[in-house]
C-alpha cells in the first residue's frame, strides 16, 4: 500500500487500475453518489437515454444522492454490468470526477 493519492494518470493507466484490477468497486455497494441540484435532472436525462432504470433518493436543500445497492447488480446505474466501463464517463457527475479524495481500502489509485 503507498498512502498516496496516483493523481495525472492516463486514461490507459486509470482503466488497468479500475476496470482490470479493481472491477470499478467504488461504483458498487454499499456506495452511494451524491449529485448536485444542477446535475440531476441531466443524471436522469442520460439514464434514460440509456435505457436504464434509476432512482434518487432527493434531499431537503436540492441535492439527491443514489444508492447503488438499489439498483442492477448493486452498482451505479450508469456502470456496464458486463464491462464494469461508466456509460457516461465523459459526462459524469462532479463527485465521480474528484474521486478519490482519501485514501480507500483496496483503492490503488487512493494508495489503499
Not at 436522469?44 to 447503488?68: C, E, M, N
Not at 442492477?72 to 456502470?79: G, T, V, W, Y
Not at 463527485?95 to 480507500?104: A, G, M, W, Y
Request: glycine fraction near 8%.
Amino acid at each position: 500500500m503507498s498512502e498516496t493519492i496516483l493523481y495525472g494518470l492516463s486514461l490507459t493507466d486509470e482503466n488497468q487500475i479500475c476496470i482490470v484490477q479493481c472491477k470499478a468497486s467504488c461504483c458498487r455497494d454499499p456506495y452511494i453518489l451524491v449529485l448536485s441540484a444542477d446535475e440531476i435532472e441531466s443524471f436522469r436525462a442520460k439514464a434514460s437515454g440509456i435505457g436504464v432504470d434509476l432512482k434518487i433518493q432527493p434531499t431537503s436543500d436540492g441535492s439527491g444522492w443514489v444508492k447503488f445497492g438499489e439498483h442492477r447488480n448493486q452498482s451505479c446505474p450508469m456502470l456496464d454490468p458486463e464491462t464494469s466501463i461508466c456509460r457516461i464517463y465523459d459526462d459524469r457527475p462532479n463527485r465521480c470526477r474528484s474521486f478519490p479524495e482519501k485514501l480507500i481500502p483496496g483503492c490503488a489509485i487512493s494508495g489503499g
